[in-house]
């Protein structure tokens, strides 16, 4: 199946969604902007899911990366305690948890023998102070633990890399934590970039056709 068959469903499944969503009714704007407003806004919210979803079948595209979504990476009470104090490029033993963590693309990278886990934001503004914090300790302790969750389940990595994509290019974190979407076509070494703006025209062209509608 081509690629943007395989995008369609989740794009037309959101745009279902919006569709039948309620909606409160403000007085100044009326029911026609207020019904748009309220889609649009969440559009945006939603269109995160369908990134990493077009993302995640771009790369399959590709014949040295194998990638997959990891719904429960677990985090050891060790890597839990270590972040900050110095250590943050250890390399921990992976299996213990004392919580789990959603990895939304871990991809293996056959041609340079390198796993890699990303979070996906859209990157379209910045983050308050407490969310970054909390970003770059995730960052870290799957930093830490990724190569051992490699060799738990058969991928003998060279090298492991947590980064984070802000596709619109608004970054929360620097180089080289994080990557923007102009970035990805040279990152991965596969035009991955193209084929996420093939899905991403593809959903706007829907949105507005529903907006038009109302």
């Known amino acids: 199946m081509a690629y943007i068959d395989r995008v ?5 499944q959101t745009i279902s969604t919006l569709a039948s969503a309620r909606f409160v009714l403000d007085p100044i704007a009326g029911e026609k902007y207020s019904r748009q407003t309220s889609i649009i806004s969440s559009a945006y919210k939603r269109h995160g899911t369908i990134l990493e979803f077009a993302l995640r079948e771009g790369l399959r595209e590709s014949n040295r990366h194998k990638v997959w979504r990891e719904d429960a990476f677990k ?8 972040v900050g104090q110095q250590a943050d490029n250890a390399l921990l033993p992976y299996g213990e948890s004392i919580r789990t963590l959603q990895i939304d693309m871990m991809v293996f990278d056959s041609a340079d023998e390198t796993l ?8 379209n503004g910045q983050f308050d102070a407490g969310k ?3 970003i ?5 302790v799957t930093q830490m633990l990724l190569k051992g969750y490699g060799e738990t389940f058969g991928y003998a990595a060279a090298k492991a890399e947590a980064r984070i994509i802000f596709y619109y290019g608004v970054r929360s974190i620097p180089r080289p934590y994080s990557l923007i979407g102009s970035e990805l076509n040279d990152h991965f070494g ?3 970039y193209d084929l996420v703006q093939e899905a991403n025209a593809y959903f706007r062209q829907e ?3 529903l907006l038009e509608r109302i």
């Open 75 to 82: 985090v050891s009470r060790a890597a839990d305690q270590i």
């Open 207 to 209: 949105l507005y056709s």
């Open 136 to 140: 770059k300790r995730d960052l870290v």
């Open 190 to 192: 596969f035009p991955v």
């Open 116 to 123: 890699r886990a990303y979070e996906i934001k859209r990157g």
């Open 132 to 134: 970054i914090r909390s």
């Open 8 to 12: 369609k469903p989740i794009v037309d």
